[in-house]
Each structure stands twice: as structure tokens, then as C-alpha cells.
């Protein structure tokens, strides 16, 4: 089945700086990435998503990236934030139509110190 | 939040005690998953139900834990007997098509002591 590794498990950064996740996915057939925060005590929201149709897409300071032959993607985030702080799931899953099994990275821990 | 509603938010309970957590998703959703939260293994997918068929439940660890959903709006998790290793955040999530991707519940914060 697929396996989806996530680095780093933490992540420290000033405010106003950037911050990166990657993730790495083994299963060729993979077409959809999300990206879930989940801040503390609360549930995974989904933030951002790319097809394997498109190599980058951004929205306001969000960018998520994937590099198909290598098989990683990562995420982005600009100009950080206070409440940019949580943990960030990736995920890769294979399916069109309906229902996509999705199987989800560790997590990123991100702390954006003020 | 609406979409998925999830009790209780916090059970404890001793070990070898009998646990069942609940899950009322908003009807229209075709896909119902159980998932299992712990800082060692991050998100595990216990279970899957389509249309309140189980389709998938490689994901659940042994026979102590059980699954049903007997209508589109209701499903429990069952845990019997449970365990200390049992103690893990208990998301019922559903799959709201490739726009919205997945809408978690609040979770169940299991405690076995």
C-alpha cells in the first residue's frame, strides 16, 4: 500500500518568516495530495490540496508544490503567523470520481515563536 | 461545527471496562471512517463503512474493537474489553467529494486507566 513520510516532525519558526513541510510518497498511482492542520484539542481541517495534474498551486500564503517523478510534495508557508501554529498532516491517495483512500503523513508540529 | 458530531469529547475508564463512542454524520455522505489519533503513530484508519457497508477494517487492531453503522446517520465504535494502550483521540470523519475532501468530528479523547 502506499506510505507517506513527513519532515520534519518540528518545526520552530520567527513571524514574518517562511516555513516548509515535505513529504515523499511511494505508490506511482498516487493523484491527490491534501493538506490537514489540526490545531490543539481540535480536529484536522482541510487547508490546501494538489492534483497530479498541476505542479503548484498557492492560495494567499499557502503554496503547496509536487514533483511527480520524484515523488514528493511539499508545503509552504509565508510571512508566518502566531496562528499558522499546529500540526500539519500530508497525504496522498489514489482514486477518481467518488471516494479516494487517503493515507496521511506523521504530522509536522509548526510553532511560530512571536 | 456541522457535518459530523462525535461523543462523548472525553471517556475515561478502567481498563477491561466496555467503551462504545458515537458518531452522527450529516446524512448525504456515502463514506464514514473511523480513525485513531496517537503521537506515536499520528492517523490510523481503523475502518470504512460505504452506504453502512463496512468495506475496509484492516485498520482495526484486534478483535476488542468492533464497528457498526446501522443507519446514515449513526455509527459507534465499541471497544471491549479495553485497554491502557487503547488511550488515543478517536476521529469519525466523512467524505464530502473531492471539493471539501474529508470533514473530521471533534474526536473522542479515550483515556484507559
Known amino acids: 500500500g502506499e506510505n507517506v513520510e513527513q519532515h520534519p516532525s518540528t518545526l520552530s519558526v520567527q513571524e514574518g518568516d517562511s516555513a516548509v513541510i515535505k513529504c515523499t510518497y511511494s505508490d506511482s498511482a498516487s493523484n491527490y495530495f491534501p493538506w490537514y492542520k489540526q490545531e490543539l484539542g481540535k480536529r484536522p481541517q482541510l487547508i490546501i490540496d494538489i492534483r497530479s495534474n498541476v505542479g503548484e498551486k498557492k492560495d494567499q500564503r499557502i503554496a503547496v508544490t509536487l514533483n511527480k517523478t520524484a515523488k514528493h510534495f511539499s508545503l509552504h508557508i509565508t510571512e508566518t503567523q502566531p496562528e499558522d501554529s499546529a500540526v500539519y498532516f500530508c497525504a496522498a491517495s489514489i482514486g477518481s470520481g467518488g471516494y479516494q483512500k487517503v493515507t496521511f503523513g506523521t504530522g509536522t508540529k509548526l510553532q511560530v515563536i512571536p | 461545527d456541522a457535518g459530523v458530531i462525535q461523543s462523548p469529547r472525553h471517556e475515561v475508564t478502567e481498563m477491561g471496562q466496555e467503551v462504545t463512542l458515537r458518531c452522527k454524520p450529516i446524512?448525504?455522505?456515502?463514506?464514514l471512517f473511523w480513525y485513531r489519533q496517537t503521537m506515536m503513530r499520528g492517523l490510523e484508519l481503523l475502518i470504512y463503512f460505504n452506504n453502512n457497508v463496512p468495506i475496509d477494517d484492516s485498520g482495526m487492531p484486534e478483535d476488542r474493537f468492533s464497528a457498526k453503522m446501522p443507519n446514515a446517520s449513526f455509527s459507534t465504535l465499541k471497544i471491549q474489553p479495553s485497554e491502557p494502550r487503547d488511550s488515543a483521540v478517536y476521529f469519525c470523519?466523512?467524505?464530502?467529494?473531492?471539493?471539501?475532501?474529508?470533514?473530521f468530528g471533534s474526536g473522542t479523547r479515550l483515556t484507559v486507566v
Open positions: 470523519a466523512v467524505y464530502q467529494g473531492a471539493y471539501y475532501g474529508y470533514t
Open positions: 446524512s448525504g455522505h456515502d463514506y
